[in-house]
């Protein structure tokens, strides 16, 4: 079992594979206890109504109240208590992982995130309504919506990481990640930040270990070459779609990041592909 945040998987490619989902029982259980591999899989546990005590072994008291939603990783040992009388949840299990490992997202239970909005009831909602009507091809339909809740989980955690490390700089850091096809200059980043250039410049440094153009590049080549591997695109293309006007200088940068030019990236990709 390997440890990941949620901001990760705006990253990475996984797989789903285990899910199911429920809610409020007609007899809910008031006091519930938890052993050690009673539940091996990882769990979003939402209360639409009502205060929920969960007390996990080796940690404090967590309490949570409507719209929050709790993360309880697999295979942790807890008690939980309801201390209302109007008790309504929604809850989906699940297990992440790729062809080598699974993945887990901590060891410890919390609050993942407070839903202001209603965003990610209305989400759950939809999912345990699919589910539990089994409907022809209610699981692809479930899945599909459950992808778009982890969407949702994984940008803000990335969102909240982002303004808690780097607070000066964040809406830079944000605003070129969701932006990195388009044109910008230090100047627009730095108003965004209410600093001048070069502080911007130095704080961006610490935390790239590249100036925000080289990032924006970076982030280009990224998806840029994810495009080549894919094999649906030629190199000119890919460089066209990520913002690259100049083959010349499109080729350049790509092997300043991979360290090879996009021809033989290409070639290489293509050919371990076939194995």
Known sequence: MVLYSFSDLCSKDFQLKYFAAAQTQKNPYRHYVCVKSMDNCDRFFYIKKGEFHIKQEGYEELVAKEGDMLYLPGDCVYTSEWKSEEIEYLSVRFQLGDSNEDFSFSDKINIQL???????????????SIWTADEVGYKIKAYSLFFELLHYVSTKSFKSEIKHTQSDISKAILYIENNYIGEFSVTDLAKMCGMCESK????????????????????????????????????????????????????????????????????????????
Not at 114 to 128: E, F
Not at 217 to 245: C, H, M, P, W
Not at 246 to 269: C, L, S, V
């Open 200 to 275: 911007l410049r130095k704080h961006f440094h610490e935390y790239a270990g590249m100036p925000p153009v080289s990032y924006r590049n970076y982030l280009r080549v990224k998806k840029a070459a994810e495009l080549i591997q894919s094999g649906d695109y030629n190199v000119g293309e890919a460089a066209e779609l990520t913002g690259f006007s100049d083959a010349a200088y499109f080729n350049r940068i790509f092997k300043t990041f991979m360290g090879e030019n996009p021809g033989a990236y290409k070639k290489k990709t293509q050919n371990f592909s076939k194995i």
């Open 114 to 128: 407070h839903d202001k909005n209603g965003t990610v009831r209305d989400i759950l909602t939809s999912i345990v």
